[in-house]
């Protein structure tokens, strides 16, 4: 099992950026594909970035292409969100995730979760 913990959320007006951290708990962090989704208001939660055990393929929704990275340092157990160029449309819940599985979109491919980080981008 892995326990996640997001930060790094925040209110940030149009343009700016954030980066979000998940730190994981638990054993073989390495082993697991890790993802972020967010979920806005009235909406279901929904496929950000992800990222396989190593590092070495990234996936990202079109929505984010070219202005967000996922990275992950294994030796401290954590995953990164790099957000530049934020857009109010960008506002929502967003939540780290994790599974041994292939690295993928589904929500329904994570079995462990963080409690999630507030983004509020302002106009």
């Known amino acids: 099992q892995v326990q996640l913990v997001e930060s790094g959320g925040g209110l940030v007006q149009a343009g700016g950026s954030l980066r979000l951290s998940c730190a994981a708990s638990?054993?073989?962090?390495?082993?697991?594909?890790m993802g972020w989704f967010r979920q806005a208001p009235g909406k279901e939660r929904a496929f950000v970035a992800a990222?396989?055990?190593?590092?070495?393929?990234?996936y990202y929704a079109d929505s984010v292409k070219g202005r967000f990275t996922i990275s992950r340092d294994n030796a401290k157990n954590s995953v990164y969100l790099q957000m530049n160029s934020l857009k109010p449309e960008d506002t929502a819940v967003y939540y780290c995730?994790?599974?041994?599985?292939?690295?993928?979109?589904?929500?329904?491919?994570?079995?462990?979760w963080g409690q999630g980080t507030q983004v509020t981008v302002s106009s």
């Open positions: 995730a994790a599974d041994l599985g292939t690295v993928g979109g589904l929500v329904t491919s994570y079995a462990y």
């Open positions: 638990g054993r073989s962090f390495s082993s697991y594909a």
């Open positions: 990222i396989n055990w190593s590092g070495g393929s990234t």
